[in-house]
């Protein structure tokens, strides 16, 4: 089992990737291919992130550290 501090960890690596991907104007110069592209990336780091931080939340009311 991972610990919260990795939880977080992976939580905030998406963040920055969603981030990187929004700011990147390259990504959005490939056509509809590469947009449509970026917005499912974007859609499942999302959905990712929603699980972890119902682990971490389940984990912590908890009180498991």
Known sequence: MRSLEDLNNEVNHLNLEIRRLLLNKNHFNKGLVGKIAVVATISDYR????????????????GEY
């Open 47 to 62: 959905e990712r992130i929603v699980k972890l931080q119902r682990e971490i939340r389940q984990r912590s009311d908890n």
